[in-house]
């Protein structure tokens, strides 16, 4: 959970009665900014490692990319191809999620997927990858990284977790080659580098508008870092993308993505965004989190929130708002 979030919703519960009520002050003093709508599924929480699969068979993906696979992509994917063969019976996101989870613990892996979201989505709706307020340009970064030639740490199906991804949403959801952007290792793809990918975020940010929707997918390596903001964090870790050439220039900070993706995303703009990698669960900072391990019925605040930091980040008043709120 990264340096906006911090500050335990526990705290807020136990001065409000009503954990919704704090919810309201939170949407009531929430600047426009950050109502925009943003989502993220990751394949599992902040402290969960998340697994490479060596046969993506058992999936039952048509026509797969590859043999070996990302867990949470497969899983994922699997789920959507067979709801779109039922189209009067769409899933809510709910039954996807939890549909994941279910997979995903029948195949031994023990992660949870969860969703985080820029508000509180009702996850009873039909579960949508690309919102159908969406009716602009629909754009995409897809990174895939298999680390080739690293050892220890060299993955197996990261390329055809993107391969799968991105024919995917261009059968489905209608997204044009000329506007997917990938990044992977493979010699053929621009280097998924620590510059190119913050490149390429930064890109599809300043390039989307009012009605555009943007589809980021990240397959590789996921970790923890200590903190690096004198302890504004409440677990003292950041989680981090790891590029190639992060034994070079480091890695990409839950902050910096929050920095570049979140913090500019333009008025009116659809972002959805896939991380399939470890230690993902929070790795966009978003304060509305919904976990699929059962003991969610709804979207929540995170147990986590500086608001004062995220106020003032997004040039909100925020003077005040916690003394409101712990009132």
Do not use: W
Not at 133 to 150: D, F, Q
């Amino acid at each position: 959970m990264g340096r906006f979030f911090k500050k335990l919703i526990s705290k807020v519960e136990r001065k409000i009665s009503n954990p919704r009520d704090a919810q309201a002050m939170f949407e009531e003093k929430k600047p426009d900014a950050m109502k925009n709508d943003i989502r993220m599924i990751s394949g599992c929480e902040d402290a969960q490692t998340s697994a490479d699969v060596s046969n993506v068979g058992a999936f039952k993906l048509p026509d797969p990319a590859g043999r070996a696979g990302g867990a949470c992509t497969s899983t994922l994917l699997s789920i959507l191809y067979k709801d779109e063969k039922v189209p009067e019976d769409d899933l809510s996101f709910t039954e996807v999620l939890t549909a994941m989870r279910e997979n995903l613990k029948k195949s031994g892996f023990s992660q949870i997927p969860q969703l985080t979201a820029s508000g509180p989505i009702d996850v009873n709706t039909d579960f949508d990858l690309v919102p159908k307020t969406a009716t602009g340009t629909k754009r995409a970064v897809m990174v895939g990284i298999n680390y080739v030639g690293h050892s220890p740490g060299e993955l197996r199906g990261c390329h055809n977790d993107v391969g799968n991804m991105k024919r995917y949403i261009m059968e489905v959801h209608g997204f044009e080659e000329e506007n997917i952007h990938v990044l992977m290792d493979d010699g053929k793809h621009e280097e998924p580098t620590m510059e190119n990918m913050l490149n390429a975020y930064k890109k599809v940010v300043a390039e989307s508008g009012d009605g555009d929707a943007v589809f980021l997918h990240y397959s590789g390596h996921g970790t923890k870092l200590r903190d690096d903001d004198d302890g504004e964090e409440a677990d003292g870790y950041d989680e981090a993308l790891v590029p190639l050439d992060y034994k070079e220039k480091g890695m990409i900070r839950d902050d910096d993505l929050y920095d570049i993706l979140v913090k500019p995303l333009k008025h009116g703009v659809h972002m959805v965004a896939l991380m399939d990698c470890c230690h993902s669960g929070t790795i966009m900072d978003l304060p509305y989190i919904f976990r699929a391990d059962g003991s969610d019925q709804q979207m929540h605040l995170d147990e986590s929130l500086d608001l004062d930091g995220l106020f003032e980040a997004f040039g909100g008043v925020a003077v005040g708002i916690l003394s409101s709120i712990f009132k």
